[in-house]
Structure formats: C-alpha cells, structure tokens
C-alpha cells in the first residue's frame, strides 16, 4: 500500500476514471472479517482509499463462505473416511478420498459443482460434507466474515467505500434473469439497510467473463449503479464499460513479485 500510494494516483472505485496520471483502484470481494481487522489499519496508515463488495447473506452468521468449508472438509488435513458418498440434486455423489491427490481431485470437482447449484442444494451437499469430514459450522477464526457492526464503522470511514456481491455468493451466469435481480438488487439493499445509505457499486462473483452474462449488467444498469467491477486483468480505458471494469487479482506476493504483475499492466 505503500508503495502503490507513492508511485500511483489511488482512485475511489465509485468515481474512477481515465485521467492524465496512472491510477489505480484497491477493491476487495466478498466481507471478510480480516478486511476490517488487517486491511483498514493499513488502508488509513498509507491514505489509500478502498471499496469491499459484500456478499450480504453471509453477514451476521457464524458461517464461512462455501468455497471455505469446501476447502475445510477436503483440504485442512485430519482423518477423512476413504470416499464421501452423498446426495446431491437427486443424484449420487461419489468422490474417491483415500489419498492427498484423491482429496485435492474431490476438492476441486466438488467446487466446480457446487459453484452451479441453487442455494438449497448448496446447503444440503455441504451439511453432508460437514457431517463426513466431522468438521464444524462454525467458522474458523482465520476465515470470518464481517458483521453489521464492523459494517457500520466502515461505513463511517470518508476513504471506504462498499458494494454489493449478490447475497448468496452464486454464479450469476447460472441464474434466470429474475433471480439475477434478486441477487443484485437484494446484496444492494441488505447492504444499503446496514449502512443507512446508498450503495452504487458492485462486483460480479468470481467475475470472470464466462460468471456473468448481459442480463447481469442489464440489472446493474436498471439499478442505476455508477460502476460495477468484473474480474478479468485489463485497464479502464476511455470507451470501457463502467458495469464490466476490469480488475487483476492480487495473491499473497511479496512486493517484488507485486511490482512485477502491476508492472504487466502500467508503465512504472
Ligand atoms: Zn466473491
């Protein structure tokens, strides 16, 4: 944050823009508890603004995000039976567990199903998956989700801004187009309702070009949002759509590597 403040103009997500200078934006998915308890202190010590987009269903609950339990029940070690046998959508599910690569396969086949379901099936597999892996549903310290009290302080801060990211974190291209409305309109309102005001931003769930469709944006438009974030790596041009702004997923680098990936897409 540092060094992004020094060598960038930070824009606000809500009104970012072409200008002269190389600018940049900090946004932040889903409503982490960690991005109240590590990122806002850093966030303020460097004076870099930044926007969360909150997946609204999740707030207030002792829960983790689903992808989280997935990777709880097959990846966090501990003894797991040899196979998980379930019920998924009224079809068997059978996933082979008995070794590391057999969890990781079961892993990651289970993601991608469970990444198309509707909410009540989502729910149900992964009762079944809790209840197989003998782990809990309360989450793990390490991957909370913020409350409406941690909300509201953010809401207070001039430099933090927060969008909507559906309520049930689902994949929008999956969805009918009323559904898709419910899920953008609802995160909005959920959102709007804690924070006692307007909420004009929002980020596609896993944002991909494939995860959302137009009448995704249709929906954003109809709600009158200002800016919308997708997640595919790319520049906000001068001709960009304002409801598919490109953004570059930042892992856990170190700064060298950071400056690497930024410099891909800006001139240092
Ligand atoms: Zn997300």
Redesign the pocket.
Known sequence: MRWLSRTFEVQEFERCRVGRRAAIVVTF??GYLDNWEVAKPILERHGVPATI?V?TGYVGTSREFWWDELERVFLTGGDRPRMFSGCVAGKQLTLETSSPEGLMAAYNYALSLIKTLQVAEREAILDQMRVWAGTPATARESHQIMGREELRELARCSRIGLGG?TVE?QLLSSLSPDEQWRQIKGSCEQLSGIIGREVRTF?Y???GRSDYNRWSVEVCKSLGLSRVAANFPGQLRRWTSHFEIPRMIVRDWNLEMFKEKIGKYMVL
């Open positions: 998915d889903d987009f997946a990211h974190h980020s769930p896993f944002g």
